[in-house]
């Protein structure tokens, strides 16, 4: 049984060329008496998730339950789907500058998000079941939203930054 930690180093070392230590990119806290990774930041460490996950160490990572995530500027194309449905407590999910395509519904039953930063990406919508979440904030500026259902479109006018249909590319 892997350790948050443990999870952590493989993917630094599997993924990155980066000199970064697990005690650089996360917070971790005591829970039950297992150490828990609470705030994970791989922001700017160019991991890139292919499609299989096969030996990244990042399969794994899913077993992990943060509270605060940021993958900003990794050059993502694709969010695993198996992560929407074990990050049950996180808050903060910081995907921006990379090159998210498709979000499909990785996220829909993180009804915990209060923050969701989708900056600077190739989003050209935003899947339809998201409508259910409540977050304080979303961040959708620097996309290609287009052909938005209504209901996603009155979820990101309740949201999203005012101006989110003025920021498009």
């Known amino acids: 049984d892997y350790s ?6 493989e993917v630094l070392d599997k993924n990155t ?14 829970e039950n008496g297992r150490e828990v990774a609470t705030t994970i930041d791989l922001s700017g460490l160019n ?4 499609s299989s996950l096969t030996g990244t160490g990042l ?16 050059g993502l194309e694709l ?24 979000l499909k519904e990785s996220f829909r039953d993180m009804r915990t998000l209060k923050f969701i930063n989708l900056r600077n990406n190739d989003l ?19 996309n290609k939203l287009t052909g938005l259902s209504p209901d996603i479109e009155d979820w990101l006018d309740l949201y999203a930054e005012p101006d989110w249909r003025n920021l498009q590319r």
């Open 4 to 9: 948050d930690r443990e999870m952590l180093q």
């Open 17 to 30: 060329d980066s000199s970064k230590t697990v005690k650089q990119v996360a917070t971790f806290v005591m």
């Open 47 to 50: 991991i890139n998730i292919d």
């Open 59 to 74: 399969p794994r990572m899913h077993q992990m339950n943060p509270v605060e995530l940021n993958f900003s500027n990794n």
């Open 79 to 102: 969010v695993p789907t198996q992560w929407g449905w074990h990050f049950d407590r996180i808050e903060r999910l910081d995907l921006s500058d990379n090159k998210l395509l498709d």
């Open 124 to 142: 050209d919508r935003i899947p339809r079941d998201w409508a259910v979440l409540t977050p304080d904030s979303v961040r959708v500026s620097g």
